[in-house]
């Protein structure tokens, strides 16, 4: 099992940015694939991005796509995830998973640990 810490999450103003950060513990981190995820008031948890065990294989959701990053530093047991150009829609809590596989994945029920999360508001 992988203990996982979001940080960096905030207020930003709409068309800012942000730079969430996922802390791993233990030293299997590198050794699946992560995900972030991001759950909004009244609505489903909702895949964002993932990236593969090594950092060679990204994949993100079209509502994201262009706008957002995801990247691994294994050295540093962290995961992150650039946010750009960001909109009141993308308000939410976000939180970072570890994938059960070492190839990217979009289903939540394909992650097994998951970390407490990060609140992001944007205003308008």
């Known amino acids: 099992q992988v203990q996982l810490v979001e940080s960096g999450g905030g207020l930003v103003q709409d068309g800012g940015s942000l730079r969430l950060s996922c802390a791993a513990s233990?030293?299997?981190?590198?050794?699946?694939?992560m995900g972030w995820f991001r759950q909004a008031p009244g609505k489903e948890r909702e895949f964002i991005a993932s990236i593969s065990w090594r950092g060679g294989t990204t994949d993100y959701a079209d509502s994201v796509k262009g706008r957002f990053t995801i990247s691994r530093d294994n050295s540093k047991n962290t995961v992150y995830l650039q946010m750009n150009r960001l909109t009141p829609a993308d308000t939410a809590v976000y939180y970072c998973?570890?994938?059960?596989?070492?190839?990217?994945?979009?289903?939540?029920?394909?992650?097994?640990?998951w970390g407490p999360g990060t609140q992001v508001t944007v205003s308008s």
């Open positions: 998973a570890r994938a059960r596989t070492i190839t990217t994945r979009r289903s939540e029920y394909d992650y097994e640990d």
């Open positions: 233990g030293n299997t981190f590198k050794d699946y694939a």
